[in-house]
């Protein structure tokens, strides 16, 4: 607890000491005037690097697993509102900030969008540690609906984006768009899963029926041959099936997250859907005895609710692949009903746990 206590002050430190920069770019990022977008793009970037920079370590948090399962991976604020510089600039200017990303998250050419939303997902890590203003705006914007249209329109090849040559075109589509749109994918999901850390987030992401869209995407609900042929391929960095199992598991992160709140129920049963849709994938990591992320997510999930949701309890039994992910999680030496264990290892700074995306340059 001493060295918790000694790290969360040299981070508080770290982050005053980075403070004034970061104030600058965000008034940099607030100056009128027309910037061009490769500029911007910059900037994000700039201000990605210093959040990425400071972010905090939560790998010491200990819940217990069947009580607390639903506030995994919570971020805490601090103690008072002064004792963090970042957080401090970031609630001032909160409604500022929130115009702009709203401006540009709206004009920004599609294959330069993920840079401007990743970075919204990480200021929204700050945001949720004080007054949620951003988050409060984005509620009442069009924020949330842009974002789902262009889940909507997403579409890629497995293949192409995890392959090493960038040159080719496919279908005379260029290998460039099918990566913008993976990198555009993946960082909608991060800002979804953490703006759903906030009241208004989850109520808004609930009414777009988020977890229905994500349930129908081609991205998911059409792997890669490769993870049926070569199951065991899904370990290996850089081929089609390890890509789609990461982001698999940031869409089970989201779903965990939108069973954060009082009404998580009304989520649940569509959750254990979008799980059921895919079904084959997971029967096949469980008959290749494959031990990744994704699988283990989506055992967890089923578990949980299974426990938590008595009115689902026969639908779970029901299915033949909800049954199995139930019981092989049931299987496990530590059940969540009996044992409290380490969260959030390996974490970056947001919620839930393992938002792995939040870390990938673009």
Not at 42 to 68: P, W
Not at 123 to 135: A, M, R, T, W
Not at 333 to 354: I, L
């Amino acid at each position: 607890m001493l060295c918790w206590a000694g790290d969360t002050k040299q981070l508080l430190a770290q982050r005053r000491f980075f403070a004034p920069l970061f104030k600058s770019m965000i008034e940099l990022f607030l100056q009128p005037g027309e910037k061009c977008v490769e500029a911007k793009v910059q900037l994000y970037k700039t201000m990605r690097f210093i959040l990425r920079t400071l972010f905090e370590k939560n790998s010491v948090d200990i819940v217990n697993i069947a009580e607390e399962w639903l506030l995994d991976g919570r971020m805490k604020a601090p103690t008072m509102l002064s004792d963090d510089e970042i957080v401090n600039i970031v609630d001032k200017m909160g409604d500022e900030i929130a115009r702009h990303l709203e401006s540009n998250i709206s004009d920004f050419p599609k294959h330069r969008k993920a840079a401007i939303v990743m970075l919204t997902s990480d200021l929204l890590h700050e945001d949720l540690k004080s007054n949620k203003k951003i988050c409060n705006h984005f509620s009442k914007s069009g924020v949330p609906r842009i974002l789902c249209d262009e889940l909507l329109a997403i579409s890629f090849d497995w293949n192409i984006v995890t392959s090493v040559d960038k040159a080719k075109r496919v279908a005379g589509v260029s290998v460039a768009e099918h990566i913008s749109n993976y990198k555009l994918f993946v960082s909608i999901l991060t800002c979804f899963t953490r703006y759903a850390f906030s009241e208004s987030g989850w109520i808004v992401l609930s009414e777009l029926a988020v977890i229905e869209i994500l349930a129908e995407m081609p991205a998911f609900i059409e792997p890669p041959k490769e993870l049926f042929l070569k199951p065991e391929t899904v370990k290996t960095k850089g081929t089609a099936a390890n890509g789609y199992a990461k982001v698999l598991d940031l869409a089970l992160h989201f779903c965990e997250q939108m069973c954060s709140k009082t009404k998580w129920k009304k989520q649940s049963y569509k959750i254990l859907l979008f799980i059921q849709r895919l079904g084959e994938v997971f029967q096949q990591l469980m008959r290749a005895e494959i031990q990744c992320e994704c699988l283990e997510t989506a055992k967890a999930i089923v578990y949980e609710i299974s426990l938590n949701d008595e009115a689902l309890v026969g639908i779970i039994e029901g299915d033949q692949v909800l049954r199995a992910l139930k019981q092989a999680e049931e299987a496990k030496e530590v059940k969540s009903n009996a044992r409290q264990k380490y969260v959030n290892v390996n974490t970056t700074f947001g919620a839930p746990r393992q938002l792995y995306s939040t870390l990938q340059p673009f």
